[in-house]
């Protein structure tokens, strides 16, 4: 789960990070007055959507009085943002974050992550701060400085010194960085997040140190724990479609096409997206229903697949280990009958109870299209999409 910049900034300032004075905005008139509380001479006025590369799209700018502040107010709130990584649907712009305009010196780049394969945080740093960390690693390899941190022990002051020194500050701003990387893992650590990233970290002309831009996301594994952190959750930065499949406990991610794809784990989600661009189609999506999936929870999935108008084909490919192919045929038949599919549906099955599910599918009287193997299933959703677009064009 993601959360907004400004959220990000309360967290961090509460364990001695420093940042911006600030203040939230829905509309113009209220932008002008967060300027005049917050004071100062320049403002920075910011979309809050999910996203970085904000400013390159428009949704970030340098405001000298209330005319300029009102104005980019106006042009941001409530319309979507389309930046480089919200794709073309973009994000909705709902609320601003009103921040006095810092004197910056130097930018830096901070990062903490979880390296899955060493079972470890990993902070990754960088005195070339202000760009994405893709375009640092590619432009300035020898600037990224990495350290992990033993889960055992935490984070330990001499790393947190360590990676100021190699930032090349100045001798006045080791105590303060390490001070700022250390708070940084604490909330890191503390609320579960699974990113952090502060980009840029700011060297101030008057000698501070300031987190001038935040990103976090959390494990929503362990949001059960975190019920502050579930609050600060917004739907309305979410696609849609995922948002309805995760408040019933399924997985699932919008994609462009108009093939529905329901499927049992990510390996076998990948494989048919593979097969389905290779028989000359598109997947509206991928839709994981899990292992041990009842009748019900399959036909849950049909509901979230069906919610995208763009779906004109549904391809369910089981591969039942834990999964009964029984049951995923039961909750076919189920859904066909109690959610309507007005779509043309190939089902593929194989595995646990394979022939028992067949049977159900053959007895139940249903216009299923049947599939044996992944190939063939794949070439005939595709088939059968192409049909439903030549009806439609005719």
């Known amino acids: 789960m993601d959360i907004h910049e400004y959220q990000a900034k309360e967290l961090l300032a509460r364990h001695g990070v420093h940042v911006p004075r600030g203040g939230l905005a829905y509309s113009p008139e209220q932008a002008t007055y967060r300027a005049r509380e917050i004071g100062g001479g320049k403002w920075v006025v910011k979309a809050q959507v999910h996203s970085g590369a904000r400013g390159k799209a428009g949704g970030i700018k340098l405001c000298v009085n209330d005319e300029e502040i009102s104005n980019a107010a106006e042009a941001m709130l409530g319309r979507k943002l389309v930046t480089q990584q919200t794709g073309p649907r973009g994000k909705l712009v709902s609320r601003l974050y009103l921040e006095e305009a810092v004197d910056i010196a130097q930018e830096l780049y901070v990062g903490f992550v979880l390296d899955r394969k060493e079972e470890r945080v990993m902070i990754v740093a960088s005195a070339a701060g202000g760009m994405e960390i893709e375009d640092i690693v590619q432009d300035a390899p020898d600037s990224i400085i990495r350290t992990t941190v033993d889960p055992g022990v935490g984070m330990q002051r001499f790393q947190a010194r360590e990676i100021a020194f190699g930032l090349g500050l100045d001798q006045n701003l080791i105590g303060k960085a390490t001070e700022t990387i250390l708070g940084c893992y604490q ?208």
């Open 187 to 394: 909330v890191f650590r503390d609320y579960d997040a699974s990113m952090l990233e502060i980009n840029p970290l700011v060297v101030t002309r008057d000698g501070n140190l300031v987190a001038l831009d935040a990103k976090m996301s959390f494990d929503e594994n362990a949001l059960f724990r975190r019920p502050e952190i579930s609050e600060l959750r917004d739907k309305s930065q979410e696609d849609p479609r995922e948002t309805f499949a995760s408040d019933r406990g399924l997985s699932y991610v919008g994609l462009d096409g108009n093939i529905g794809c329901i499927i049992n784990g990510a390996g076998l989600a990948m494989a048919t997206m593979d097969m389905i661009k290779i028989a000359g189609g598109e997947p509206a999506n991928f839709l994981d229903i899990g292992g041990g999936a009842s009748p019900e929870r399959v036909a849950k999935s049909f509901r979230a697949v069906l919610g995208d108008k763009n779906v004109e084909t549904i391809l369910v490919n089981i591969f039942a280990g834990i999964n009964r192919c029984d049951w995923v045929a039961e909750g076919v038949v189920k859904a066909i009958r109690e959610v309507g599919v007005n779509v043309p549906l190939v089902v593929r099955l194989a595995g646990t109870k394979v022939e028992e599910g067949r049977r159900i599918l053959a007895d139940s009287g249903e216009a299923v299209i049947v599939a044996d193997t992944l190939a063939e299933a794949a070439e005939k959703a595709v088939a059968a999409w192409r049909s439903v677009s030549l009806k439609k064009a005719s």
